[in-house]
């Protein structure tokens, strides 16, 4: 009788505790949703940067697609990727820009330097994205901008 009268006496707190238990087990199981969901957002753009980036561009009309590219991908690196993980799409897309303007000049030798730097930088940022495992960038302005 002595346990079922202390059960009884307790049971609010007992209800408490397992409900304060059952939010944090709930809001670790969210934690982990989240951190999937971003990885997987992750995969998903490496994998349309290996598309973009399969083929070498040839010309400056390739070159403009891989240019555009970058750009309508621009923020979803700038919010995946942290620091150091993000300067080689920096990297990519000055190489872009740089043999855009080899094409222009109708300097078309392309030598085999750009070549392995394209594909170096499309592996840095393939390694980048798939061994990240923080969440999203937050930008921080500067106060004397505001």
Known sequence: ????TFLQQNAEW??????????????????????????????ELAQKLDEACKE??????????LLEWCMSHQSEF????????GVPFARLMKLAIDLRQKYMANS???????VKQLYTLVEQLDYALGNASYGLTEIKQNKRQQ
């Open 1 to 4: 009788m002595c346990v079922l």
């Open 14 to 43: 007992m209800c408490a505790i397992a409900i304060a238990y059952f939010a944090w087990k709930q809001y670790a199981i969210t934690q982990l949703q989240i951190q999937q969901d971003l990885r997987m957002r992750r995969l």
């Open 56 to 65: 070498f561009p040839q010309d400056k009309t390739s070159t403009d697609k």
């Open 78 to 85: 700038i919010f995946l990727l942290q620091g150091k993980d």
């Open 108 to 114: 078309s030798v392309v030598t085999e330097s750009d």
